[in-house]
Structures are given as structure tokens and as C-alpha cells.
């Protein structure tokens, strides 16, 4: 008799996570590609300023973007506890940890975008400040905002390398994929700390190797889950019965 080990949680986990990896990369690219990237004016602290104050709605909607990415990961990161643990309960669990960190860490970039708004508005102790200082010091909130996503970025990286091993050694996935992600996840360990260490490091890797190929990983693992789910390779032989075999 052939016993399938995949149960109906892990697939029900699966769809959510395949959803929840392509729901998080499209959150990433409007909050970035659609609104950050058209308010920050890189190395200009007045236009950018004045940006944010023109198109102050706007600017909200990247906040509220950046909270609906993280409470996406932290549904994802528990759906792929409940895929992987059969694999291997204590790796499945640093990897949520180190994504579940990741998170957190995001979530200071809301909080930094909130910041730089509070200094470019009206409330009643900001005018001891001049207004450069003002827009100087709302920009700086910003580029904390940077820091925060490269400090977590290893940690992403760590739970995305435990997860590609769990994948490769589980057989739910293709192995080459999960190769794939195994690779790509350990070099964005590898940039990440060294860009940590060698702040000059992006000019000898560009920034967006660092995780786009993990990215990548991530949004056909998504595409897999979402729509072929696990695959049906987790198969046991059971013993044969006393009975039977008499």
C-alpha cells in the first residue's frame, strides 16, 4: 500500500504561501517602483520635501503598503512552517524566525516614512528648526529606512537558504528549482553581510544582484505553489499486513 505523507493542511499551506509570495513581490514593486521611486529624489533632501507635501495622500499608501507587505510575510512564513516542519521541525522554525525578523525590520521603514512626515508638517514645537534643517532631517528618516531593509536583508536571505534546503531535501518542489533557490539565497547571504562590512561593496556588485536572484526563486516558487501545489513525490511504501502476508 502507497501512503501519499503530503496532508491536506500542507496543501491548503501551499496555496497560501504561493499567494502570498506573488501578493508580496506586487506590494514591493507598487510601493517602490510605483510611488517611492517617483517622491525620493536621490541626493536632493528640498525636492524630495517638497514631493511628499505635494503628494502627501500618495505618500500614505506607501506606508499603508509597507504594513500590508508585512503582515503578507508573517502569513507566509507561517504557511511554510506548516509545509516544511514535516521535514524538519527545528530548521523550519529558524527559518520563520529569521524571516519573522526580517518583517519586523521592515515594519521600522513605516515608521521612519511616518517620521519624515511628522517633521514636514505643522505641529506646534517644529518651527525651532529652519526648514532645510527640517527637510534635511525628514530625508535622513528616509535613508534610515534603506539601512533598516540591508540590515534585514541577511535575515531574509538565512530563512530563504533554510527554506531552499527543506524544499530540496522534502522532493515537493523540483529539485533544480530549489537548487536554484538554494544558490541564489546563499549569495545574498554572502552580499548582504559583505555590503555590512564594505559599504563600497555595491560598486563592485550592483545593489540589485544582491536579491534579485532570490526574488526570482521566490516568484515562480509562488507561481509553482499557487498553481501545481506540492508535488506527490513524499510516497512511503507501508509494510505489508501480517494477515496478507500469511
Sequence with gaps: MIINTIDASQRKAAKVAGFAFLFAIAIVIVANYGISFRLLVPGNAVDTARNIIAHETLFRINIAC????????????????????????????????????????????????????????????????????????????????????YVGLPFWALASTACSYLWLRSGYIPKLLAGFGLIASVWCVFCAFAFIVFPDFDATVNAYWFDVPMTLFELVLGFWLLFKGLRPTALIHAAPSTSNAA
Design 66 to 149: 509597507n504594513l500590508i507587505y508585512v503582515s503578507t510575510v508573517i502569513v507566509l512564513l507561517a504557511a511554510l512552517y506548516v509545509i516544511l516542519k514535516p521535514v524538519d521541525r527545528n530548521l523550519a522554525l529558524v527559518a520563520a524566525i529569521c524571516r519573522l525578523v526580517f518583517c519586523l525590520l521592515w515594519g521600522l521603514t513605516a515608521l521612519n516614512m511616518l517620521g519624515a512626515l511628522r517633521l514636514l508638517g505643522h505641529a506646534a514645537y517644529l518651527p525651532v528648526f529652519v526648514t532645510d534643517q527640517l527637510q534635511t532631517l525628514a530625508r535622513l528618516h528616509l535613508a534610515a529606512s534603506f539601512d533598516a531593509y
